[in-house]
């Protein structure tokens, strides 16, 4: 499906900007700090008051610490802008509940039940979510080499059959990791 075209007339009510951070530290270890800021274009009426155009309503900062194993060692969080001070930010320090948990191993589930609904911040939360990916961006070339796994391994590289294009029965697996790939059930020639 194509792009939708945007109207030439429509007006900027709204931004949202995701910024994600990652940190190689002296001692081994990395920190990842992920910000998320909302900005209204216009003056928006909240319940404490008026909330001037360009004037943040949310923006918060998760910080985890990782290893090389992306097992997090710490993390918190701070809320730096939000709707209701002294409400949105009593949150204390819930996101310690993310230590512990490995970025490649069921972190989204256990951030949904360690800290979903009102065990935190729906914001932060949410912002937790993106960071698997992130870390991995960052480790590749530093911490680890997809491209390098050793070819007599039984293990397939873990990016495959996580994206379209990086699909066990597609052309880049074909060409770059052909003891992996293997054709589409409806190809001449499968295996059933």
């Given at each position: 499906?194509?792009?939708?075209?945007?109207?030439?007339?429509?007006?900027?009510?709204?931004?949202?900007?995701?910024?994600?951070?990652v940190?190689?530290?002296?001692?081994g270890?990395?920190?990842?700090?992920?910000?998320?800021?909302?900005?209204?274009?216009?003056?928006?009426?909240?319940?404490?008051?008026?909330?001037?155009?360009?004037?943040?309503?949310?923006?918060?900062?998760?910080?985890?610490?990782?290893?090389?194993?992306?097992?997090?060692?710490?993390?918190?969080?701070?809320?730096?802008?939000?709707?209701?001070?002294?409400?949105?930010?009593?949150?204390?320090?819930?996101?310690?509940?993310?230590?512990?948990?490995?970025?490649?191993?069921?972190?989204?589930?256990?951030?949904?039940?360690?800290?979903?609904?009102v065990?935190?911040?729906?914001?932060?939360t949410?912002?937790?979510?993106?960071?698997?990916?992130?870390?991995?961006?960052?480790?590749v070339?530093?911490?680890?080499?997809?491209?390098?796994?050793?070819?007599?391994?039984?293990?397939?590289?873990?990016?495959?059959?996580?994206?379209?294009?990086?699909?066990?029965?597609?052309?880049?697996?074909?060409?770059?990791?052909?003891?992996?790939?293997?054709?589409?059930?409806?190809?001449?020639?499968a295996?059933?």
């Amino acid at each position: 499906m194509a792009l939708p075209p945007a109207a030439p007339d429509r007006q900027h009510r709204h931004g949202r900007r995701i910024d994600v951070q990652v940190y190689a530290r002296p001692d081994g270890l990395w920190e990842v700090d992920a910000t998320i800021t909302d900005i209204k274009a216009r003056d928006w009426k909240l319940a404490g008051g008026v909330l001037p155009a360009g004037t943040p309503l949310h923006d918060m900062l998760l910080r985890l610490v990782v290893d090389t194993d992306m097992q997090v060692v710490a993390a918190g969080a701070e809320s730096r802008w939000t709707p209701y001070p002294g409400e949105c930010d009593a949150y204390g320090d819930a996101y310690a509940a993310l230590v512990g948990l490995n970025l490649r191993r069921g972190f989204r589930r256990a951030v949904q039940e360690r800290l979903g609904g009102v065990r935190g911040c729906t914001h932060i939360t949410e912002l937790a979510q993106l960071l698997p990916t992130a870390v991995i961006q960052a480790f590749v070339g530093e911490v680890s080499d997809a491209r390098s796994r050793n070819p007599a391994s039984e293990q397939p590289p873990f990016q495959l059959d996580r994206c379209h294009a990086l699909r066990r029965d597609g052309e880049v697996v074909r060409l770059h990791y052909p003891k992996w790939h293997h054709r589409a059930a409806d190809e001449p020639g499968a295996v059933a």
